[in-house]
């Protein structure tokens, strides 16, 4: 879960609520869902909250959830804009990074809390949203040192630079006629302000990075910089890398850093936001939180024109999305009887505007305001109001439904497995069922098209939030090995094991996805072998009464000729054997693993 630095007092001034004491801000906190964690070593808040709300990633956002949840502001707020006067150009950019949008911001007061909070909310957008900058990428810059461009194409532009004496942010400035005189187009005299985003060659020109003193290539930057050796791997499939364009020369390298010249300090007031993307809803939305976090800060947002060939846009996207509501599905989730206007009121109260629709069945639509993108479904919604109205304040009651509760047979199934497992020496686990390509396959040796235990094709997350957490499991094992990664520093032996859930495309199915249980575990330790995991994996089949045969098979997991099949009554239902020493080793860990997978329902 994303977790965040606040300091108190600036969330006491933010929200306009001084008076409220630490321990009151950590329940008013805990009742919109954040959660404190402890503080630093500075005094300031550490706070958890779910991935979902990436508006809550700055002081400035969490302050305004406050606002709402103290009743000092109601309903939707859209920021104020002011027309274009700059144009992000857009031509011959890479086809692996296609979109860009921004932002104009004027009347910035850049204090360090403030410009701290801004590095923050930029740092923890790319780690979520921007899936690690693959996904979208933000540069901030200090506007009053960009200088507009006239209108000639970025391949000429580049040309003037490297065939100037000096490149990049090194070269030399003409006097302020020569540039005011060559900015202006067009018989009024109107000035045209513009950046371009466009491709060039890995050596095509130079620039001075952040933290550095030295003009450097892009090609350089990746292999001379710390933060291009970072984020080099974004680019190893580019042919030619994104750059962006003043008239002066190339001031951004995104996704990888920005130009030295336009560094934001606190003595900027005036800002360009810009960025860039595979993406371009999740790019606009990425602006919007920051935006809005700005114009928490009492700044002016300005209209930037992002020039497509096919297209024109104007940037930031402030559009307000709305979504249908039925009465009685608020008051079936929520269990409570609720008037029109309570569900009205409450709505406000959560930052959103709900307008009652008559006709047979009493309906609201609701308008989300441009920077919750978390609200995708009604029930998005709902949560809203119920929090909205506390759910401590939810008073509980019997179910009006004439049935016994009790667990199911697979429930049963599982805890009386579980238990055994326990007491077989292993300490029980529950990972998460979401995990990404790279340690579902590559990492263990495998590939979905392989005839392995673990391959199948994945279910795959549409619109990831992160790039740790992109398909559903297709076998509960990986897991348990990345939480021996985790725990190198911990003693062993460490003997673990999980009964979890795994899935796979399987358009046999109704829904397209076939869901099973899996049961797994590893024994982690300087003498593990194929010996200790069979012996722990033929109690517990003891244990069930049921048939164990373990005949030898292949698996790139695991070291040739110490693998086998795991056959439980005659039926071929897992896999048992010593990692191999790849997968041992690309997850850090010192000493062998053994370990076995197979089906819970065979255990039937």
Not at 508 to 526: I, Q
């Amino acid at each position: 879960m994303p977790v965040v630095d606040i300091d108190p007092d600036e969330l006491r001034t933010l929200t306009g609520h001084t008076e409220k004491s630490d321990d009151d801000l950590k329940d008013d906190l805990f009742g919109l869902g954040i959660e404190y964690e402890g503080e630093t070593d500075e005094g300031e808040f550490k706070l958890e909250f779910e991935a979902d709300r990436l508006d809550r990633l700055s002081v400035e956002g969490i302050a305004r959830s406050l606002r709402y949840h103290y009743g000092d502001t109601r309903g939707v707020y859209v920021p104020d804009t002011n027309s274009a006067e700059w144009t992000i150009h857009v031509e011959d950019v890479p086809d692996e990074r296609p979109c860009v949008t921004g932002a104009v911001v004027r009347g910035v007061d850049l204090d360090e809390d403030a410009l701290d909070s801004l590095i923050q909310l930029q740092e923890k957008l790319h780690a979520t949203m921007g899936r690690k900058r693959a996904k979208g990428a933000i540069g901030i810059h200090d506007l009053a040192m960009l200088k507009g461009q006239v209108a000639r194409s970025a391949t000429e532009r580049a040309s003037d630079v490297s065939g100037s004496e000096a490149t990049g942010g090194s070269e030399e400035l003409r006097s302020s006629d020569e540039t005011a005189s060559e900015s202006i187009s067009g018989e009024d005299g109107q000035g045209e302000r513009s950046i371009t985003y466009t491709g060039i060659e890995p050596d095509g020109d130079t620039f001075v990075p952040l933290d550095d003193d030295a003009e450097r290539t892009p090609a350089d930057v990746l292999t001379e910089h710390p933060t291009g050796e970072q984020y080099a791997d974004l680019l190893e499939n580019y042919d030619r890398y994104p750059a962006i364009y003043d008239d002066i020369g190339m001031f951004s390298f995104p996704p990888v850093i920005n130009g030295r010249r336009t560094e934001v300090s606190t003595d900027s007031r005036e800002l360009f936001v810009e960025l860039t993307g595979t993406d371009q809803w999740t790019i606009d939305r990425m602006c919007a939180i920051i935006c809005y976090a700005l114009d928490a800060r009492g700044a002016t947002v300005e209209d930037v024109t992002v020039e497509y060939a096919d297209t024109e846009l104007v940037r930031p996207d402030f559009e307000v999305q709305t979504k249908q509501v039925p009465h009685e599905h608020v008051e079936t989730l929520l269990g409570i009887d609720f008037e029109p206007d309570e569900v009205v009121d409450l709505a406000e109260r959560a930052g959103l505007d709900a307008e009652p629709e008559g006709g047979d069945e009493l309906t609201y639509e609701v308008e989300i305001p441009p920077y919750r993108v978390d609200v995708l479904h009604p029930v998005d919604v709902v949560d809203d109001i119920g929090r909205a109205y506390g759910f401590n304040n939810l008073v509980p009651r019997y179910p009006d439904v004439g049935t016994i509760g009790g667990r199911t047979e697979t429930s049963r199934l599982e805890a009386a497995a579980r238990e055994t497992l326990v007491g077989l020496g292993f300490e029980d686990l529950l990972n998460f069922n979401m995990t990404n390509e790279a340690d579902n396959f590559e990492r263990m040796r495998i590939a979905p098209e392989d005839d392995v235990v673990g391959a199948a094709e994945p279910a795959t997350i549409d619109e990831p939030y992160s790039e740790d957490f992109t398909i559903l499991r297709t076998w509960a094992l990986p897991s348990l090995v990345s939480v021996l990664e985790n725990n190198t520093h911990r003693s062993y032996p460490q003997d673990l094991a999980e009964i979890g859930f795994a899935a796979h495309v399987d358009d046999a199915t109704e829904t397209g996805v076939a869901e099973r249980r899996t049961v797994a575990a590893v024994l982690a330790r300087h003498d593990a072998s194929y010996e200790d995991a069979k012996a722990r994996l033929a109690a517990l089949c003891e244990e069930f009464h049921v048939d164990l045969e373990t005949p030898a098979t292949d698996h790139p997991s695991f070291i040739d000729g110490r693998a086998a099949s795991v056959v439980i009554d005659g039926e071929d239902v897992g896999v048992i054997g010593e990692l191999h020493p790849a997968v041992v080793v690309d997850h850090d860990v010192e000493v062998p693993v053994a370990g076995f997978e197979f089906a819970l329902d065979a255990l039937r």
